[in-house]
């Protein structure tokens, strides 16, 4: 290998930027990232609609288990935060419910009440509850919450998100994003009639002022040397014995290193050696995200001045959960004060198809069967964007097909990265994403092992 090897980058999102911050940091010269898209930003990317909104694609919010991230952020955007506290809600049954939902079932109509409660007693009695290793996503949260709980919220909602069952799923994606229950904090809480609304990694989050979270990306980009960046530029092809890149415009580029964020199923479509794992694309599990932003006039009602998001596990909503966006930052609308945002996120796949031609419509009916807006409200803007892979599904068996994937590449220095990249949602936030960049770097350049794409999330 050379003293300067030739390290490709392919996309500009947390990841990619991530790898060519470190590349940069090093003093490494012999690098070039490839983007498709004309823009920074990958996933994390913000759009600004026709009539002037800002939307992000997907509910972000920014928190972090790193230093490094952290520092990297007040490079990307200095004093231009917004700090927020968390607050989350359920809307069900007609009525606010604090999340995490599990600590606040005191708020429930009287009758699931009980039910969620005879549930977590009935494990709580049970000598086998928890003997052995759950098989399922499903299995795990009937082992947690039992069944009142699971029939109440947790199967409606996960599958509302996921847009599969949960029987469907694994468990190694969960760590700290599902909070379990404590029996006792629960009976506390409906004795006092309290709100419990403490639990989690991103109780505050820090939020760009202007621009979205888009900005942040657009930052780091525009701080990496010009010429190392370049867009509109799709990779076609992939010869990983004889390493070289192919683009639609028909350039190509040798390598003797890849650090991929594309995802891991067109990673390997694109292979044309003498891959021995052209059987896996199909074996990938996703599901697709609409979002739907809905600008408007005046201000949002009392019920929704401070809230960040909302989650909705009944059918009578089409999404999942809705971020009031402009409460994120008052230039997320065109003029501050005198409009306000909602930003609906709805999943599909083919076990929960979307009619795309109505999908926008639904949402505003949604929005008028919770109250949050009524018939006089002044629609100012309604925006539409499809992902097609938005999340990636921790399927059962994906960890064996993600061995073998790993195992190819790597003989061939391609390292496959990023939210979709590795197509691990344990490890798929931005900062995550962001350090599976840099430590791609590390073990490529400095030699020194890779601790997020492998699930540890320490912080030396």
């Not at 790898?19 to 990232?33: S, V």
């Not at 520092?71 to 004093?79: G, K, Q, V, Y």
């Not at 059987?279 to 201000?299: C, K, M, N, R, T």
């Not at 009031?324 to 003029?335: E, G, I, R, T, W």
């Amino acid at each position: 290998m050379p003293d300067q090897p030739r390290i490709l980058i392919v996309g500009a999102g947390p990841t990619g930027l991530g790898a060519a911050w470190r590349i940069n940091e090093l003093g490494h010269e012999n690098w070039t990232l490839y983007e498709a898209a004309d823009r920074a930003g990958g996933l994390a990317a913000s759009v600004v609609d026709e009539n002037g909104f800002t939307w992000d694609l997907g509910g972000h919010v920014l928190f972090s288990h790193y230093k490094y991230f952290d520092r990297l952020m007040d490079i990307a955007l200095a004093d231009q935060w917004i700090e927020h506290e968390r607050e989350a809600w359920v809307w069900m049954r007609e009525r606010w419910i604090p999340y995490p939902f599990q600590y606040n079932i005191w708020r429930l109509p009287h009758e699931e009440l009980v039910e969620c409660l005879d549930g977590l007693l009935d494990l709580k009695g049970s000598q086998n509850g928890h003997s052995s290793e759950p098989g399922s996503f499903q299995e795990w949260l009937l082992s947690v919450f039992g069944d009142g709980l699971c029939d109440t919220f947790m199967f409606p909602y996960n599958r509302k998100v996921w847009a599969y069952e949960p029987r469907q799923m694994n468990t190694d994606w969960m760590g700290e994003r599902v909070p379990t229950v404590d029996l006792k904090r629960v009976l506390r809480n409906l004795v006092y009639e309290r709100d419990d609304v403490g639990w989690g990694p991103n109780a505050t989050f820090r939020f760009p002022l202007r621009g979205g979270t888009g900005a942040i990306w657009k930052s780091v980009a525009g701080q990496l040397p010009e010429e190392k960046l370049q867009f509109g530029k799709e990779v076609v092809s992939v010869d990983e014995v004889n390493k070289i890149i192919g683009f639609s415009d028909g350039s190509a580029d040798r390598f003797d290193y890849v650090i991929s964020t594309m995802p891991l199923n067109h990673l390997l479509r694109r292979l044309t050696g003498t891959s021995n794992v052209s059987d896996l694309p199909s074996e990938f599990v996703y599901s697709s995200s609409h979002i739907v932003g809905i600008g408007l006039a005046g201000s949002p009602p009392e019920d929704l001045a401070s809230k960040c998001w909302i989650y909705f596990p009944e059918d009578d909503v089409p999404c999942y959960r809705v971020t009031v966006f402009s409460n994120y930052s008052p230039y997320n609308v065109p003029n501050p004060g005198a409009e306000w945002s909602l930003m609906a996120e709805v999943s599909e796949s083919d076990q929960k198809p979307v009619k795309y031609s109505s999908i926008v419509d639904d949402v505003i009916c949604g929005f008028k069967k919770c109250g949050f807006i009524d018939d006089s409200t002044q629609v100012e803007s309604r925006f539409h964007h499809k992902l097609e892979q938005g999340y990636p599904t921790p399927w059962l068996g994906r960890n064996d097909v993600l061995e073998r994937a790993e195992k190819y590449l790597r003989q061939y220095q391609i390292f496959s990265r990023g939210r979709f990249g590795a197509w691990k949602y344990e490890v798929s936030n931005q900062d995550h994403s962001v350090m599976q960049g840099v430590e791609a770097v590390n073990l490529v350049l400095l030699g020194e092992p890779e601790r997020t794409y492998y699930g540890d999330m320490s912080d030396d």
